[in-house]
């Protein structure tokens, strides 16, 4: 397994590199250019001047997080060739300098959902969390979105980037009437054309699993179970087509069973990510992020390292999100300390267990 943190670029993250380089085992970042709008084509210089900059820390960057995919690719609109082709200039760019796996989602408008970036915990960290029946109230995203960009301590947060938040009315416009089958076969449209340019780098696409699971605003959600997963897989039947495993937001559904779920694409060798994190379920739709530490959250932590060694995973993975911990301050799931933890905890599992099946 090899363990890397997700970090923004020198411009847009306030932890260094440095700070990373010293967490124990972790060998490099999964990084991103957050400033280029969706469907624009991502210069080859500006790739390898942040390949350069995280190679000279000591890291590698073999994984982008994310190239986003424009909502007119999602949407099916005839522009959308347009769009595809500046996305395989971008794999051919990733793949010069060397990427090995790219991370992206096809969830409509909104990439992940949280009602509270800054839910305080028992213990006084706070963490990101998600209550149903608070989104359930909302009857305008365009204000919700707003919130969501208030309360982000001036970051600007992936997958709500403001391009996009400023066009949410003429968005929703769009995707009435669309649902599972029209996202499905436009996702299907989208993969035909990428795969065999993905083929061609050595580049693996790794779709990221709907945050949170279930329809949201009546916008239809195609990644959320084994099932769905399934089926994506089968729209492009390569090994260059697979899957972000993110225990987080598949297992906000308690009827997803992360070990389970492993497994099964673990040994169907189609895991090319993995986002390893706990969560605390206090009731359908409603949960919370907590440290990693099995006993803080809902999921067996130690099943989940297991299956993963069991089935020899080698891929990438990080610790995904964590707690705001110790006074610090920076985007909110993204801080460095509780994240450290995370690794040190998950490193110390994979060891145990390694050692006891030796």
Known sequence: MKMTLRWFGS?????????????????????SLMDIPAGETWPLGRIMALKEEVEDAGLKLEVIESVNVHEDIKLG???????????IDTLNSLGKAGVKVVCYNFMPVFDWTRSDLAKELPDGSNALAYD?????RIKNPQEFAEQIQKSSAGFEMPGWEP??????????????????TELTANLKYFLEAIIPVCAKNDIKMAIHPDDPPWNIFGLPRIATCKADYDAILALADSPYNGITLCSGSLGADPNNDIPTLVRYFGTKRRIHFAHIRNLKIH????????SHLSSDGSFDMYEIMKAYYDTGFDGYARPDHGRMIWDEKGRAGYGLYDRALGVAYLNGLWEAINKANR
């Open 11 to 31: 411009k847009m993250d306030p932890i260094p590199l440095r700070y990373i380089r010293q967490i124990p085992a972790v060998t490099g970042v999964v990084s």
């Open 77 to 87: 609109l005839p522009s959308r060739d347009r769009y595809i082709e500046n996305y």
């Open 132 to 136: 149903e029946e608070i989104v359930s």
């Open 163 to 180: 391009e996009r938040m400023a066009e949410l009315k003429e968005l929703f416009a769009l995707y009435e009437g669309a649902g599972r």
């Open 283 to 290: 009731k359908p739709g409603v949960f919370n992020e907590t």
